[in-house]
C-alpha cells in the first residue's frame, strides 16, 4: 500500500515543530546562510540571543564583523575565512561575544556545517547558536579564583608541595622550586628528596610520608634537618598531610614548610651566649649582694648617742625598704659636736645599680662636707657641685633629691636646706604641717647644675615635738583609681599617732601605705627617718611653763 503524498506536508511540519521543541528545550537557535546572499536567516531563538527583529538583524559573517567583540574578532575572522576557502574544512565552530541589541555582550557558541558544490566552493552554511554567557562567566570566575589561589601559594614565604604515592614532587609552588635551587616549578617534578639530600635526611622523611599514606594521620609542625649534598645545612618546620580526591581516595601527601634555619643558628648563639651571660651574672650578682649588703649595714649602723640638753633629748627610729638589690635612697644621722646632730634624707633618680653608684659618690662627698655641716644651705651646695662635676665628666644625667638638717640642742634651733626633696611633716605646739614645702625654701636637684644655691631656714626647736622625713615612695603609691598617697594622707597619720610611740608611728605609716596601694606593694625605694624631741621640765619655755 502506497504513502498518501498528501501527509508528507503534515510530516515535515512534525519534524519541524520537533525541531524547533528540541531546539527551545536545549537553548540553542539555528541560522542558515546561502554564502552568495547578504541575508541571513535566523530562528526565533538566535533573535532573542541578539535582542533584535528579523528585519534589523545583523549576518554576523560578513565584514566589517562590527557586532565582534574586538578581542574575539581575529579568532571569529579566521574560522569564517577558513570555512569560505575553496576545499577549506566542512565545519565552522568558534566562540565569541555579540554585542546585542541592547548593547550587552553575549557569549554565542557558534557552530555550523559547510555545504559546498562541485568545485568545492562553500555555497551554504548552516548551524546553531547557544548563549553560554553564564558558562562563560563561572569559567572566567574560576580562572580568577585559581589565578589568585596561585598568586597567593607563590608569594607566601611558604614552602608548599604536593608528592605522589612514591614520594616524588608532582606540584610545587614559586618558593619551593626556588628553596630546591631551580628556577621554575616544572624543573622539580617528578624530583625526589634523594636528589638533593644525605641519606640521614631524606630517608626519615620518605618514611614519615610512607606513614601519613598508610594511617591517613598529619604531622604538624615537625622540625627537620636538611643536610644537603652540596655540603650545607639547613632547618625547617614542616607540616604533612594526606592529599586525598574527591572520592576520598589518598593520592599522596602534600606539605608546608617554612625556613627556620636563622632562627635555629640564632637559638643556638642565645644558648652559647645566655651560658656565658649566665656565669658572668653569677659573678655580677655576687657583687651585688655584696653591694647590697653594705648598704644595708651602713642603713642599720644605729644612731649616735648624744646626752639631753637643755632643749630636750633626741630619740630616733627608722624603716629602710628597698624594693630591688640595690637601691637609690638612704638616710644618714651624724654628731656634729657634744649638743649637735645633722640629718640627711636623700633620694636619687630610679633604682638599682646606676642609682646605687649616685648613693656611693654621694657619700664619698658628705665626708667633704662635714666643716660646711653647719651651715645647711653651703652643705648642700657643695653636694651640688661635687655631683655635678662628676656627671659631667661621665657625660651623663641623673640627679638626687635631698634634705639635710641640722639639730642643735644647745641653741634650741634646727636649721634645714632643702634640694627638690620632699619636705619633711613636723608636730608640735603648732599642730602638724610640712616645711620646705614652698618654692622659696627649697633649690633644685642635686647634681643637675653647677653653682646652684640652696636657701638656709631656721625653726625653733621648742616647736616640735616630733619630725618625719620621708622619700618619694611613700608618696607615689597609688590606689585602684590612679591617685597617689600624697602628703596630706600622711599628715592626717602622723596627728591620728601623736600620742603612740615613734616605731608604732613608723609601723602605721607603712601599713597604711600598703593597704592604699591597689598592687600591695612599694613601687620604689621607701625611706622613713623619725625624730621625737623629749623636753624636761627645765627645758620647756616659760611662756608654755606658766601655763601649766
Aim: aromatic fraction near 8%; include cysteine; glycine fraction near 8%.
Amino acid at each position: 500500500m502506497s504513502e498518501d503524498p498528501r501527509s508528507s506536508p503534515d510530516k515535515n511540519r512534525i519534524k519541524l515543530e520537533r525541531l524547533e521543541l528540541a531546539l527551545r528545550a536545549s537553548n540553542e537557535g539555528i541560522w542558515d546562510w546561502q554564502t552568495d546572499q547578504k541575508e541571513i536567516y535566523y530562528s526565533r531563538r538566535i533573535l532573542e540571543f541578539l535582542e533584535c527583529g528579523k528585519d534589523r538583524a545583523p549576518n554576523l559573517f560578513l565584514p566589517p564583523y562590527d557586532s565582534i567583540f574586538p578581542e574575539d574578532k581575529h579568532a571569529f575572522t579566521l574560522a569564517v575565512t577558513q570555512a569560505l576557502q575553496d576545499s577549506g574544512p566542512e565545519t565552522l565552530a568558534v566562540d565569541a561575544r555579540i554585542r546585542a541589541g541592547g548593547g550587552d555582550w553575549r557569549w554565542l557558541k557558534i557552530r555550523g556545517t559547510v555545504v559546498r558544490n562541485r568545485d568545492g566552493k562553500a555555497a551554504r552554511i548552516a548551524g546553531s547558536m547557544i548563549n553560554i554567557s553564564q558558562r562563560k562567566a563561572a569559567e572566567a570566575q574560576v580562572e580568577e579564583e585559581r589565578f589568585l589561589l596561585r598568586q597567593l601559594i607563590d608569594h607566601v614565604p611558604l614552602q608548599i608541595y604536593f608528592k605522589n604515592l612514591e614520594s616524588n614532587f608532582i606540584m610545587a609552588n614559586q618558593r619551593m622550586a626556588e628553596w630546591m635551587g631551580f628556577t621554575h616549578e616544572s624543573e622539580l617534578i617528578q624530583k625526589h628528596d634523594r636528589d638533593f639530600f644525605d641519606h640521614d635526611h631524606w630517608k626519615p622523611a620518605e618514611d614519615d610520608e610512607k606513614n601519613i599514606i598508610k594511617s591517613g594521620t598529619s604531622i604538624i609542625d615537625q622540625l627537620e634537618h636538611e643536610t644537603w649534598h652540596k655540603g650545607s645545612e639547613t632547618w625547617v618546620i614542616t607540616s604533612k598531610f594526606p592529599w586525598r580526591d574527591r572520592r576520598g581516595q589518598i593520592k599522596g601527601t602534600f606539605g608546608v614548610s617554612s625556613d627556620v634555619t636563622k632562627l635555629v643558628k640564632a637559638e643556638r648563639q642565645a644558648t652559647d651566649l645566655a651560658h656565658q651571660l649566665q656565669l658572668k651574672n653569677q659573678a655580677f650578682e655576687e657583687e651585688l649582694l655584696l653591694a647590697r649588703e653594705i648598704q644595708q649595714a651602713l642603713a642599720d649602723e644605729g644612731f649616735p648617742a648624744i646626752a639631753p640638753g637643755k632643749h630636750g633629748h633626741l630619740t630616733f627610729g627608722a624603716r629602710y625598704i628597698p624594693i630591688s638589690g640595690l637601691a637609690g635612697d638612704f638616710f644618714e644621722v651624724t654628731q656634729v659636736n657634744e649638743n649637735c646632730l645633722s640629718v640627711l634624707i636623700c633620694d636619687v633618680m630610679g633604682h638599682g645599680v646606676r642609682s646605687a653608684l649616685i648613693v656611693a659618690m654621694l657619700r664619698g662627698l658628705l665626708e667633704k662636707q662635714r666643716a660646711q655641716s653647719n651651715e645647711p644651705g653651703l652643705f648642700l651646695q657643695g653636694l651640688n657641685d661635687g655631683l655635678a662635676a662628676i656627671l659631667e665628666r661621665a657625660g651623663t644625667t641623673m640627679f638626687a633629691t635631698a634634705f639635710f638638717g641640722l639639730v642643735d640642742l644647745s641653741t634650741g634651733t634646727f636649721k634645714y636646706a632643702c634640694a627638690g626633696h620632699p619636705g619633711p611633716i613636723i608636730s608640735g605646739r603648732n599642730g602638724v604641717r610640712q616645711i620646705a614645702r614652698d618654692r622659696s625654701h627649697k633649690g633644685p636637684g642635686l647634681g643637675l647644675r653647677k653653682g646652684a644655691s640652696f636657701p638656709t631656714n631656721e625653726i625653733e626647736l621648742a616647736e616640735i615635738d616630733r619630725i618625719v622625713l620621708f622619700t618619694d615612695g611613700v608618696l607615689e603609691a597609688e590606689n585602684q583609681s590612679g591617685e597617689p598617697f600624697f602628703e596630706n594622707r600622711l599628715m592626717e597619720i602622723i596627728s591620728r599617732e601623736s600620742g603612740e610611740s615613734l616605731e608604732c608611728l613608723l609601723n602605721d605609716i607603712l601599713e597604711s601605705v600598703l593597704a592604699f596601694s591597689d598592687r600591695k606593694q612599694f613601687d620604689d625605694d621607701v625611706c622613713l627617718l623619725g625624730i621625737d624631741v623629749t623636753r624636761t621640765r627645765q627645758s620647756v619655755p616659760a611662756e608654755i611653763t606658766g601655763s601649766l
